[in-house]
């Protein structure tokens, strides 16, 4: 295989990675008031966010009250017969509410709005559509929560259109949250009409646009997920995310649904990050694409529950993941099992390939191991390095590392491709000693930063190991590609036998590659011919392309503090561009370019540290 060949391949399979990752990644257009009835409309919705977000309405303001108001009477418009639920406020709401507001009386009440829209049969368990209509003090909520809010009502409106439903639907519009979820924890279960319910759909916001994504469900939720896969066309979500967030101490309006045993599916936004809670969070701030998003897959999922003849029940969960937005695949924990059988196989079988291939040798594999490792503890440490100098690994305010999230975002995929750069050169320098240094001063750099010390240690060693044991010439093209895989093969393994649910993330890159190593080891290892860099293109864009909006997704839940588990998907990508990107010249221009890409991301890193706190943030976040 010619040099150019190999080289265009690459760049076409990054570039089409690239256009479909990013397509993924971006919220549909805004139907049209004109569109049908049936179908939802942001540009419909869009009056009902401009109304409830004209200033903010915190629980028992006046503006509150205003807010209640008009929500009570678009109900009515749609059919529905509004009915208030008072509660006096909780000692722990009444403390965020007092710390808000000194004047706040402690006989102060929050009122849920709930209400129901018939369906043919009454007796059937209903299906809720739930989100908060408070806001924080100071925040008009154009995303938090008015655009779930919004949803719903243009969701009621079309299935309305749509015919009577089999069951009927719940709408509940909750008080407190942002003082403790206040409103929910009164109405669920003890209301009356709670216990009617047979499943929710929260409706949530953690900023003012991006892809709307499916991140909590309800336990047992394999059957439920079945359905969901249905029914919605483009769906985003992850059993990971599911897990991670059950792992979080974060709660919504969803908790009180998931701690009774309730099945449910919980929707947020997460994009423009520095909206969240913010004093500028006006209607004109959201983005009325990820309104779109969430009311087309919300409204896909309610209408499949509201007219299904009986509602899945609870079974184990599933594993899931959608394909970069178009489609959810769906699998039991148990079959995890068989695709890393299958990937052991796939590699196995290149191994069988390649044994007479002079390119390749067992003992080599080691060396492509390490080579691995290399990047594993370097990767970690220049994430952990760069997020220490940008303080963003303990921050005093969070929603100040919100704000600054897309500069960290940015950051974060410099180290990745500076690490990656290193990797793809990595050979044994004319002194060996050198190979000691990159380890070694970003360990001591991590330790001096303050990080974690028994990771830092474990990771520089590691990494000064690595590349003191580097081959002279360099790991060759089929030994650093067969260990990549392996290692992926092992994390996916391990992940396996502790959290099934998280394993696919490395499983599926893992088995795609070692299917493509087995069809270029029996068919042309030594790369010589033109599908010799086509197989491996294909699979590095199979690979990549639904890892990008995965990445960006996952990056906006825990990046600020914890920008390292990064490390992750560098790992899959390092193993999906070897074959096609392994630098075998050229290793000063290649190291140039890395020390350019490090200066460029302590540059933003720096900027961070040192930028004034930042405009959007809540006033009342400075007294935390």
């Known amino acids: 295989m010619s040099h150019p060949v190999r080289i265009a391949c690459l760049l076409i399979a990054i570039v089409v990675s690239l256009w479909i990752g990013v397509r993924a990644a971006t919220p549909p257009p805004v139907v049209p008031a004109s569109a049908p009835a049936t179908a939802f409309s942001a540009e419909r919705a869009l009056p009902d966010i401009h109304a409830l977000a004209m200033r903010p309405h915190p629980t028992a303001s006046a503006d509150s009250e205003r807010v209640h108001a008009y929500l009570e009477k678009r109900l009515r418009a749609i059919g529905i017969v509004p009915e208030e639920r008072r509660y006096l406020i909780d000692p722990e709401g009444f403390a ?34 739930m989100a908060h209509m408070d806001t924080v003090w100071g925040s008009p909520g154009g995303g938090d929560d008015s655009v ?10 079309a299935i309305r259109a749509q015919g009577t439903p089999t069951r009927d639907i719940v709408v509940l519009f909750t008080d407190g949250e942002e003082i403790g979820l206040s409103g929910a924890r009164a109405f669920w279960p003890s209301d009356g009409v709670a216990r009617h319910v047979g499943v929710v759909i929260n409706l949530e916001a953690r900023g003012a646009g991006g892809r709307a994504t499916m991140f909590e469900t309800g336990n047992g939720n394999g059957a439920m997920m079945a359905l969901f896969g249905q029914a919605v066309r483009h769906p985003v979500a992850n059993a990971m995310s599911v897990l991670a967030y059950r792992l979080m101490p974060n709660d919504t309006d969803f908790t009180p649904i998931r ?20 004093p500028r969070a006006t209607a004109d701030r959201l983005d ?17 529950l509201a007219t299904a003849r009986m509602l899945p029940a609870a079974t184990r969960d599933a594993v899931f993941f959608d ?9 039991s924990p148990a079959a995890g099992w068989l695709i890393v059988l299958a990937a052991g196989l796939a590699l196995a079988a290149a191994v069988l390939g390649l044994r007479r291939h002079a390119g390749f040798a067992l003992r080599g594999i080691g060396g492509g ?12 440490l220049l994430l952990l390095v760069l997020n220490l100098v940008s303080g963003s690994a303990a921050h005093p305010n969070y929603y100040d590392r919100l704000a600054a999230l897309p500069r960290l975002e940015m950051q974060a995929v410099l180290a990745c491709l500076t690490t990656l750069i290193g990797w793809l050169t990595l050979r044994r320098f004319p002194y060996r000693a050198w190979g000691l240094l990159p380890g070694a001063l970003l360990g001591v750099a991590g330790w001096k930063l303050g990080g974690p010390h028994l990771v830092i240690v474990a990771m520089a060693v590691m990494g000064m190991l690595a590349g003191w044991l580097a081959p002279v010439e360099g790991v060759s093209r089929w030994n650093g590609w067969i260990g990549a895989i392996a290692m992926l093969l092992l994390v996916a393994l391990l992940l396996q036998g ?76 390092a193993a999906a561009v070897w074959p096609l990107a392994k630098i075998g010249q050229g290793t000063r221009t290649a190291l140039v370019i890395a020390g350019a890409l490090v200066a460029v991301g302590l540059v933003i890193a720096v900027q961070v540290r040192t930028d004034p706190i930042a405009a959007t943030i809540p006033a009342y976040s400075l007294d935390k």
């Open 369 to 380: 191991i390490g080579a691995f490792l290399w990047l594993i503890a370097h990767g970690l």
């Open 259 to 278: 701690e009774q045993g309730l099945p449910g599916f919980n929707f947020a936004i997460m994009g423009r990050p520095e909206y969240y809670h913010s």
């Open 148 to 157: 779930g809010v919004a949803a719903i009502l243009e969701i009621l409106r």
């Open 323 to 331: 394909v970069a937005g178009h489609h959810l695949l769906i699998y």
């Open 96 to 129: 965020t509410l007092h710390r808000w507001n000194p004047q706040a009386s402690r006989a102060s009440e929050m009122a849920d709005i709930v209400g129901v829209l018939p369906g043919r049969d009454r007796t059937r368990p209903a299906v809720a559509l």
């Open 498 to 573: 502790r959290a099934p649910l998280v394993a696919w993330i490395f499983a599926w890159p893992a088995l795609i590659l070692a299917l493509a190593a087995c069809l270029v080891a029996w068919t042309d290892p030594g790369f010589q011919r033109p599908w010799g860099a086509a197989i491996p293109a294909l699979a590095l864009a199979l690979v990549v392309a639904p890892l990008i909006p995965l990445a960006h997704l996952a990056f906006l839940g825990v990046g600020a503090p914890m920008a390292p588990v990064m490390l992750a998907f560098l790992l899959i990508v």
């Open 288 to 304: 009325p694409r990820a309104l779109q998003d969430m009311g087309d897959q919300a409204l896909d999922l309610a209408s499949a």
